[in-house]
């Protein structure tokens, strides 16, 4: 019996892939990067499974790869799925939730507070010789507590959860959330409490964008909120650049509508360099690094492949996201 073939489009550890090449013959994309789509497509044929993070699991794709059981993202977003399509071709989907969750908090908190007490503005002051005496005002350096202030989490998941653990008991901050349903669990574990999306935007001295990408979720955040919010309030964004009206943040930001961000992802990525909130002092920038350490990126590498293996095995895997039946 020939062994099930697997596309991998992205680098992976090579333990994942010694794990992986037991069972199965791997076709890999071994460079830096992400295979593109084209040549993906040509090489679905005879495809059983695809790891990936970057691939757009479409209709498209879906009829290139007659032989498809299982598409496993390595990542615990899926909103590159079109889950309806690959429910009707009997595709299982599946994402790598909870190992990664205790790394994305840690970068919100980076976020919060790199913006609110300017850590990488004032880097860049002592590095290029500003920081001399007699030049700056005391105040010049001042910031906004992170300790003690309000922090209202868009998104109760497990990532929110674990955000709301180290911003509760931490930095003793009063710790609001919003979320599609209410999670009873959380305000009893954490002392988490709900609000309307408006009550949070108006209330949080720190907003942080937590919520998968959705149909429901895309560009849930508008000119309108962010009008909402506190002068003196940060916006972080930790979820997908898609959940907010990007151009309604540079103008909130332009115009003195809220005082500074913290974004680890954006609308396109990487980033355009000439966007302007990257040339914004109140503004710190990541590359979409929530998951960025290579203990976490290896777990979750292994999920995926333990999903693959799964599935393969004529098992439903155990990170399903979309239900067969
Ligand atoms: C990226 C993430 O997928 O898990 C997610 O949803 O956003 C990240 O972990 C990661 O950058 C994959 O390369």
Redesign the pocket.
Known sequence: MTSPKVLIS?KLPEEVIAYLSEHCEVVRWSQDGFMPREQALAMLEDIDAVLT??LNIDDEFLRHAPKLKIVS??????NNFDTAAMKARGVYGT??PSV?DDS?ADVALALMLASARRVTELDQLVKQGGWQRGKLKEEDLFGLDVHHATVGIIGMGRIGEAIAQRTKFGFNMNVLYYNRNRKPDAEEKLGVQYRTLEELLRESDFVVMMTPLTSETTHMIRKEHFAMMKQSAFFINIS?GQTIDEQALIEALQEGVIRGAGLD?YTQEPVDPNNPLLSMPNVVTLP?????TAKT?FD?AMTAARNVLTALQGQTPPDLVNELK
Not at 73 to 78: D, K, T
Not at 288 to 292: D, P
Request: aromatic share 4%.
């Open positions: 992205r993070t970057s993202n390595i990542s615990v977003g899926y994402n790598t990664l994305v997908r992802v979409h690094i929530g998951s960025a990126r979750m």
